[in-house]
């Protein structure tokens, strides 16, 4: 046997095979006829690829986004050494991205952090 497994004993295998066997292709169609020409399920089908394609466009922008903001709040907090509190900065930078950073940036020039 494959892998070294000689002379497993699994209880109902045995009927599971013989199962598989009899079921015939017949009997398969006929338990998908139930959903073969279902309009409802195929609308449901292109409805969900339809949803499963927007989040995740979404998705890759927000992650982007997010990164962007993160790497752009280390480069004017370390490189450029401009003060601006910690948390309120970072949480903003990662949330909003380089959009919440320039706010941030916008506010320590007016004074207001």
């Known amino acids: 046997m494959a892998f070294g497994i000689e002379n497993v004993n699994l209880p109902g295998l045995t009927e599971l095979g013989q199962q598989a066997a009899e079921t015939t292709g017949e009997e398969t169609a006929k338990m ?5 020409g279902n309009m409802a399920m195929l609308l449901a089908g292109i409805v969900l690829i339809i949803i499963t394609i927007v989040v995740i466009l979404l998705a890759k922008r927000i992650i982007v986004n997010s990164v962007l903001g993160l790497i752009g709040w280390l480069v004017v907090k370390y ?23 320039g706010a941030m940036l916008v506010l320590a020039f007016m004074g207001i952090v």
């Open 79 to 101: 490189v450029l050494q401009v003060s601006l509190p910690f948390w309120p900065s970072l949480v903003l930078s990662i949330i909003f991205g380089l959009a919440g950073l």
């Open 32 to 36: 998908a006829s139930g959903i073969a």
